[in-house]
């Protein structure tokens, strides 16, 4: 019986088309979107220097020691008015989204003499290449490109990280620099620089600083790691010392 033959002799209404959702889940969809990149210019807007939110030091805090700086690396005049300290492990993936930040702060504080930045090697267990990339940078800086090799174990972290001969990796970044790769391997091999690299874990062992990036700017540990609470907090004490 044909469709309106059998409407006719039965007087049933025709059958409704069903309603397609694709409008609404499309809706939705754009309004997950939205919540995200909300969510994530709230998480990552800086703060203002005067914020009650920022971190401050521990009540009774003491001044970091110094004297402790001379077992990391450091970048900036030493009668700068703010010093940044680092503890990172350059195969650590957090350590690695923090590099950015280091680099900014190179750029608009260390660079116009405003902040002295102190990098503390902290090499976890748990991370076979940590040490053999903590010792790559200071056989680059042998030549004088520790900050050149720093960086670029953080932008090819991914690379290295679960490296058998992590050696060969490092001695081609080491070509890439124009440094001397011969010399650089021999650096390597010989672990020249293990003792630096664990003299620096010891400081962190003895601030009891065990996880990574810890980052102090002065005696302030920031609590979220980052460009937005790191810039803020160092305008903060600049501001402070310069009222």
């Not at 998480?43 to 401050?56: E, G």
């Not at 932008?155 to 970044?173: H, I, K, L, M, N």
């Amino acid at each position: 019986m044909g469709e309106a033959k059998r409407r006719k002799e039965t007087g049933a209404p025709p059958p409704q088309k069903r309603k397609s959702n694709k409008p609404l889940l499309a809706g939705v969809g754009v309004l997950i979107v939205a919540a995200v990149a909300f969510g994530v210019v709230f998480l990552t807007a800086a703060p203002q220097p005067d914020s009650d939110a920022l971190p401050v030091a521990a009540a009774n805090a003491e001044p970091f020691p110094k004297q402790l700086d001379q077992y990391g690396v450091s970048v900036g005049p030493e009668d700068a008015a703010v010093v940044v300290r680092e503890f990172a492990d350059y195969q650590c993936p957090a350590c690695g989204r923090f590099s950015d930040a280091t680099k900014q702060l190179k750029e608009q504080y260390v660079d116009t003499g405003k902040v002295r930045f102190v990098y503390f090697d902290l090499p976890l267990q748990q991370h076979q290449n940590a040490m053999p990339a903590a010792q790559a940078a200071r056989c680059a800086g042998d030549q004088g490109a520790y900050w050149p090799m720093h960086d670029r174990l953080f932008e090819t972290q991914s690379e290295w990280s679960g490296s058998s001969d992590p050696v060969a990796t490092f001695t081609r970044y080491a070509g890439d620099l124009g440094l001397e790769q011969r010399r650089f391997r021999t650096c390597m091999t010989t672990e020249l620089h293990r003792g630096a690299v664990e003299q620096s874990r010891r400081v962190a062992m003895q601030l009891r600083v065990t996880s990574t990036p810890t980052v102090l700017v002065d005696n302030i540990r920031l609590t979220r790691p980052g460009w937005g609470q790191l810039s803020a907090v160092v305008e903060r004490e600049l501001n402070a010392q310069n009222p």
